[in-house]
């Protein structure tokens, strides 16, 4: 069975730190990769994706993910975050080539300090 | 590109009584999904559709709920019979399906309170 695991609930950093978002995902083959954003109230807004090709790849607002398939993995991360990336994170997996539903991690909640 | 809209944006409603969501996709997207979330957790699928077919349901998909896209643009999703286990976000997302493009661009949710 699909199943997305994101195991850190709660993180906070200080502005200006780095970030690593943690995400493992058990699927049959590799599968499409994504992460999204959800502000307060808000719908999902996608950050990056990986289908196939570079394991490192580059989304919007300074964001880059990395898939390593002897993990099973594709961590979130930022160089230096800024106060307004507090936000709840979701990484997600696909099917590849069928446009099928996405299943969710339960989110990675991002506190930043001051 | 207006991205994808959704109808109302909060809904309260007392427990026996139906109600009913739309979802405006990207224009040119051909595949419409809907999911639930609900405190805490990520979405989860509830069913999707390609143009006015409806390819897919979940087993969260319950003889309350149907769903519609009658022209293959907008979608209604419609609970009959609410229940206080129904109050939740309802995400509605869209895709284009073809030359590469898997990825799907949510709405904004319709928060529904069960009272």
């Known amino acids: 069975a699909q199943s997305v695991t994101q195991p850190d609930i709660h993180i906070t950093v200080s502005e200006g730190a780095s970030l690593e978002l943690r995400c493992n995902y058990s699927?049959?083959?590799?599968?499409?990769l994504f992460w999204y954003v959800q502000s307060p109230g808000q719908g999902l807004q996608l950050l990056l994706k990986?289908?196939?090709?570079?394991?490192l790849v580059q989304g919007i607002k300074g964001f880059e993910a990395e898939f390593k398939r002897s993990q099973s993995s594709f961590n979130l991360r930022k160089p230096s975050v800024h106060w307004s990336d507090a936000a709840e994170y979701f990484c997600?997996?696909?099917?590849?080539?069928?446009?099928?539903?996405?299943?969710f991690g339960t989110g990675t909640s991002l506190t930043v300090i001051p | 590109d207006t991205g994808v809209s959704q109808d109302p944006r909060h809904k309260i409603t007392k427990r026996g009584q139906n109600v009913t969501f739309r979802c405006d996709p990207i224009?040119?997207?051909?595949?419409l999904y809907w999911y639930r979330q609900t405190l805490g957790q990520g979405p989860e699928f509830l069913t999707y559709f390609q143009n006015e077919a409806q390819l897919e349901k979940s087993r969260l998909l319950s003889d309350r709920f149907s769903a519609e896209r009658p022209k293959g643009s907008f979608s209604t999703l419609e609970i009959q019979r609410t229940e206080q286990g129904d109050s939740a976000m309802y995400l509605c997302?869209?895709?284009?399906?073809?030359?590469?493009?898997?990825?799907?661009?949510f709405g904004p949710g319709t928060r529904l309170t069960v009272t």
């Open positions: 997302a869209s895709s284009l399906i073809g030359g590469g493009n898997y990825e799907q661009y």
């Open positions: 224009s040119e997207h051909n595949r």
């Open positions: 699927y049959g083959a590799t599968p499409y």
């Open positions: 990986y289908f196939s090709g570079d394991t």
């Open positions: 997600a997996v696909g099917a590849p080539n069928t446009g099928n539903q996405f299943y």
